[in-house]
């Protein structure tokens, strides 16, 4: 039973480049949320897909934007980066957008800003 | 907006011995989830336990239990027969029961410590 899987693990850009950061959710899920971690920090949501929808959008600018295939994979899409982008990126996937649905996280992309 | 507070950056337990970590929220609503998640260096969040408001009955899992004070507005969560693996962040997080709004917020963790 595969888990939540991202790619890629590590990412190094540089300011003003954009980037795009992947997300298959656990088999039998059809909702992805995706949080940003930073350093020392705990994790803020960002936003949530569900239907190929955007549902839920945390206090994140436009530069951040996302997708959801058929398949209910997900992408993240970051548009000129800032230095204070760099952080842990986290996907996490359930099954439907009920609260009673626990979420099962990924193991993150790591993301540098130079 | 609901906010989570963890006032222990960092604590330490011997191996074998049992230890709590402290997390107060607040928020207006009545019915909400409450859940304890592990990030080991691996960075996978784990979760560990989970709490329904509506439920007075404190959680269990194993070694782990929780100390749920609603009125207090206060989550503790209790390792009994601390391991070695047990040594991670641990964050406690808070979830409203209202599906249009069912986001995790995060503390700012805690950091164990397991000595031998």
């Known amino acids: 039973d595969a888990g939540v899987t991202q790619s890629p693990t590590h990412l190094i850009k540089t300011r003003g480049q954009q980037v795009t950061l992947r997300c298959s959710p656990k088999?039998?899920?059809?909702?992805v949320s995706w949080y940003q971690q930073a350093l020392g920090q705990g994790p803020q949501f960002i936003f949530q897909y569900y239907e190929e929808e955007e549902r839920q959008r945390g206090n994140f600018p436009d530069r951040f934007s996302g997708h959801q295939f058929p398949n209910y994979s997900s992408e993240l899409n970051v548009n000129a980066l800032l230095l204070g982008d760099s952080a842990l990126y986290l996907c996490a996937s359930s099954l439907g957008q009920l609260s009673n649905q626990p979420q099962h996280f990924g193991d993150g992309t790591r993301l540098s800003i130079l | 907006a609901q906010t989570v507070t963890q006032s222990q950056p960092e604590m330490s337990v011997q191996e074998a011995e049992t230890v709590t970590l402290s997390c107060t929220y607040d928020?207006?609503?009545?019915?909400?989830?409450l859940f304890w998640y592990k990030q080991p260096p691996s960075r996978q969040m784990i979760l560990v336990i989970r709490q329904e408001a509506y439920k007075q009955q404190n959680a269990t899992e194993n070694r782990f239990s929780v100390n749920f004070q609603k009125a207090a507005k206060s989550f503790s969560l209790k390792i009994s027969d601390s391991q070695l693996g047990d040594a991670a962040m641990y964050f406690c997080?808070?979830?409203?029961?209202?599906?249009?709004?069912?986001?995790?917020?995060f503390g700012t963790g805690t950091r164990l410590q397991v000595t031998l």
């Open positions: 088999s039998g899920h059809d909702t």
């Open positions: 997080a808070y979830r409203s029961a209202d599906f249009t709004a069912s986001k995790l917020t």
């Open positions: 928020t207006s609503e009545s019915d909400y989830y």
